[in-house]
């Protein structure tokens, strides 16, 4: 197999403490970053100023979490102990039509820390 490299290209600075990068096949791309308070952040992916800023009360990122898209909801996985996650839902579209975040999953099986979104999720709720 041939390697061929691949140009990357800087598009800029974010000056949070941490995060993680999540994108929509819409193009809208998302920071899940902030200590010692979170916050969900829409970024513009091309100079990477910050469009909104949607604060987590209550929510700290610490030595495991992730985000991912999917359906118009932003899925926000942080740690709840040592073995598990709790699974939040951020409701970037208002489909659900009550407070924006929601604890989906108060106790996973499982810590998560890492998770990734297709570009070809859906942006819309199934439905």
Do not use: Q
Not at 63 to 83: Q, S
């Amino acid at each position: 197999m041939r390697r061929v490299p691949v140009p990357v290209l800087f598009v800029a600075s974010i000056d949070f403490n941490g995060g993680e990068l999540a994108a929509t096949g819409d193009g809208r791309v998302f920071a899940f970053a902030g200590a010692p308070t979170a916050a969900l952040l829409g970024i513009d992916p091309h100079d990477g100023a910050v469009l909104e800023s949607f604060p987590l009360p209550g929510v700290a990122l610490t030595d495991a979490f992730a985000v991912a898209f999917w359906g118009g909801d932003i899925h926000l996985f942080v740690e709840g102990d040592a073995d598990h996650s709790r699974v939040l839902r951020f409701d970037l579209d208002g489909s659900d039509g009550g407070d924006p975040l929601v604890v989906d999953v108060d106790v996973a099986p499982l810590l998560v820390v890492g998770a990734a979104t297709s570009t070809c999720a859906p942006t819309e709720p199934a439905g």
